[in-house]
Every structure is written in structure tokens, then in C-alpha cells.
């Protein structure tokens, strides 16, 4: 399966900002999407931004303060996080799904990262 490692996480104060990125672990041969999700305790994971091939869709709750993007030739997606707020504290996970060289499917999750935003 495909390794994805996150990294970028912290802890900031309401207002500032954070970046996020998830790097697979071997170069894909296509990729369908890759998405940013999040999880509140006591909460259900929810999708926080996606893209697929040049569009891109927000939660309402990120919209214009958060900007997915990608890297195809490393593999790598990005999530900027702007005027961040104390509801956006939550885990992150990133998720891409695609075909391996081997052109066999995949669907792999990072490991999550912590955002904690204070107010």
C-alpha cells in the first residue's frame, strides 16, 4: 500500500496560519484525488477540501481561508490554512487515491496531524 506521511501540524493562536503536507512514499502513477479531512473530538470525520485534476471543492466552513494544492511530480498535496479558528482544532488527514506503477488501484490515509488552534 502506498505510505502517506503528514507533516505541518502545531499549535497557533486564532487568526494565524498553518500548512500542511502529506508526501506519498513512492512517485504514483495516476492520481484520481486528493483530499484534506478533519476530526473534532466527539466528532465525525468530515471533508475538508478536495482536488481532482485542476478543481477543487471547500467544507463552507474553510472557504476562502483554507487552499488545497498539489505537487503531481512529488506526489505531495498541500493544505494552507489561514485565519484559522478555535473550531478548526481537530486531527488531519490526508487521502489520496490513485493507480501505482504496478497500475493497481490504491486508496491510502495519512497518520493524522494535530491542528490546535487557541483563542
Known amino acids: 500500500q502506498v505510505q502517506l506521511v503528514e507533516s505541518g501540524g502545531g499549535e497557533v493562536q486564532a487568526g494565524g496560519s498553518l500548512r500542511l503536507s502529506c508526501a506519498a512514499s513512492e512517485i504514483i502513477f495516476k492520481i484520481n484525488t486528493m483530499a484534506w479531512h478533519r476530526q473534532a473530538p466527539g466528532k465525525q470525520r468530515e471533508l475538508v477540501a478536495l482536488?481532482?485534476?485542476?478543481?477543487?471543492r471547500y467544507a463552507e466552513s474553510v472557504k476562502d481561508r483554507f487552499t488545497i494544492s498539489r505537487d503531481i511530480a512529488k506526489s505531495t498535496v498541500y493544505l494552507q490554512m489561514n485565519s484559522l479558528k478555535p473550531e478548526d482544532t481537530a486531527i488531519y488527514y490526508c487521502?489520496?487515491?490513485?493507480?501505482?506503477?504496478?497500475?493497481?488501484?490504491?486508496?491510502?490515509w495519512g497518520q493524522g496531524t494535530q491542528v490546535t488552534v487557541s483563542s
Open positions: 482536488i481532482i485534476g485542476s478543481n477543487t
Open positions: 487521502n489520496i487515491e490513485g493507480l501505482r506503477r504496478s497500475l493497481r488501484p490504491f486508496d491510502s
